[in-house]
């Protein structure tokens, strides 16, 4: 509001310079009386001119200018306002006689009093000026007005009136109001959206605002990164993605469901699909960027394929099983027989050959059957504590031969449902897969406990931890690390889990690897 600012002092400038001093007025002749007319004349003219509501008072407080911008905003007439006093004028305005901006102008001793009365804004170079809602103005319409006012002084100085500039901002509050509004809705929208959301700038990766979906995905308080850098709050492991990803942007690229990983506050790598918007916030470049976590669905997506290929063999598994063992079992009775007889006495070696084999091939085939999906399990509430107990001596007599120690870790959580022979073949298969991944002189430790609403069966092992190379590939049937393995132990566990309703889950590093099978509990 400048402008009006201008116009007081251009106004008051005026006044002094056409205006006459004391000493004029009395050392007055015929001429100079003319003068004075023609002066006041033209400075009504200036008045009538100008596109603000102006008006002027003397030291008694009486209306001298009245201009039509006035007239216009209170329809009053000048002719009925010019020469009023007693607070007359502020009575289009607010319906009462009262002290307006003018009148704090002319009264400095009570200026305080009035402001704090009135809620007008203050002094700046000399003027005063406040923004006021005027309920009766434009005919009881009411406007929003804003308004300066100052002291007015002849060419000798003297203090003679005061005069006010007031303008309509009505249409500035509306739009002033509107935009606050469409922020309120953006910022509600913004912070309670479920979907992680971020504003920052362009050139620094500054962050000027985050939501909560932010904050829980990656575990930051809103303090630890507002007005951060991202070289300060490290949620990309690389800042040349983001670089890259900024500079397609710039490029005129969209930037849409990018996938793509981010870290949370604890260094976690998580996968995302993320969306990249280029705007502009006080002159300033920035960024809006969305993104989705989709770490779950891409690893849910992974066990649904494991399991697909798991009940495409099970199906072969159930088609030819039987086929297959039928005549393995009718040449392994001949070969039997045949061994018995005296003749073939010096070909025992080759014999047991033949039958251990044969033994290790019905062996692959029970494994193979046992992954069909179809095939029937007894559910019941059991506790693992006991299953693990019943199958922890076989367990330990493998690991005693081996030179491994073993330990029992058992929580006592409540009872899944399962099928005990189900959940010994997992658990046999686990530790075995433990003992020959450990040196002599390892623990193998079997234990069992209750997180949050899922009862947890795990088994760690102590020794140098998955191949980073197979670990995408874990469950897939005939994997395997071993000389002589079948590569379908795992497959099995993952059979078994997916019968149970369960989850497997695993850590692995230099110092171990722990494999966590997590069942649901049972509804009471």
Known sequence: MKDNNQYVTAFNNELKRLLPSATDLH?????????????????????????????????????VFWNKAMEEMTNVPKSQMIGMGNYEYAIPFYGERRPILINIALNEEKEQELMGKYDFSGREEGTLSGEVYVPKTYGGRGAYLWGYASKLYDREGNLYGAVQSIRDISDRKA????????????????????????????????????NDAFLKS?????????????REIRVWPSLEIRERLVQDLRAGKAIKDVVGPILTKEGQERLVQMSMEWIEINEEDCLVILFLDITERMQMEKDIARLDRLNLIGQMAASIGHEIRNPMTAVLGFIQLLAEQDCYAKDQAFFDVMIEELNRANGIISEYLSMASNKIV???????????????PIIEANAVYKGINMMLELGKPPMPLIDDKEIRQLILNLSNNGIEAMAEGDTLTIGTCQIGSEIVLYVRDQGSGLDPAIIEKLGTPFLTTKDRGTGLGLAVCYSIAARHSARIDFVTGASGTTFMVYFPMVDD
């Open 175 to 210: 739009a002033e109001e509107g935009l606050q509004l469409a922020e309120e809705r953006f910022s509600k929208a913004f912070r309670s959206s479920p979907t992680p959301l971020v504003i920052s700038t362009m050139k620094d990766g500054v962050f000027l605002d985050v």
């Open 218 to 230: 990656t575990g930051y308080q809103r303090d630890e990164v507002m007005e951060k850098s991202v």
């Open 378 to 392: 007894h559910l019941r509430p059991q506790y693992l504590d006991e299953v693990v107990k019943a199958i922890a």
């Open 27 to 63: 050392n007055a002749d015929g001429g100079l009386l003319h003068e004075m007319i023609e002066a006041q004349q033209r400075l009504e003219q200036i008045i009538e001119l100008l596109p603000d509501a102006m008006l002027v008072i003397n030291l008694r407080g009486e209306v």
